[in-house]
């Protein structure tokens, strides 16, 4: 069984591969020093790979709200970000939840905060 601190050094590995553009070949040789060999590598990588599609807790296509991805525009007309847009369906309640998220992108888990946030 992997140690606690083993675990913790794949994971900020990891992190550094995926959100700070480090070369897979460095990665994987790291990740199989931490897991011993190649196939403990590969399936520590799968443990602690994010799923999105299986953290979702309000769905994409949720019939009590209206979203939408669209871009945001800079002064000059130039696309600067990319924007989810969030919001109940009742006409009651019209909070709307806006995110631009750009550093690390509009990934599947953030979408879901912003439908849970609009129900709320």
């Given at each position: 069984m992997m140690e606690q601190d083993q675990r913790?050094?794949?994971i900020?590995?990891?992190d550094r591969f995926t959100h700070d553009g480090m070369d897979r070949r460095d990665f994987m040789a790291r990740m199989t020093a931490i897991a011993g060999s190649a196939a403990a590598a590969s399936a520590l990588v799968a443990s602690i790979a994010a799923s999105p599609a299986a953290a979702a807790i309000v769905a994409p296509d949720d019939r009590r709200l209206k979203t939408m991805t669209t871009g945001l525009l800079g002064i000059?007309?130039?696309p600067l970000y990319q924007a989810y847009i969030a919001e109940p369906r009742s006409?009651?309640?019209?909070?709307?939840?806006l995110v631009i998220h750009e550093n690390r992108g509009l990934n599947a888990h953030i979408k879901d905060i912003a439908?849970?946030?609009?129900?709320?």
């Open positions: 913790l050094q794949a900020e590995l990891y000059r007309g130039l006409r009651r309640a019209r909070s709307t939840v439908r849970r946030l609009a129900l709320a």
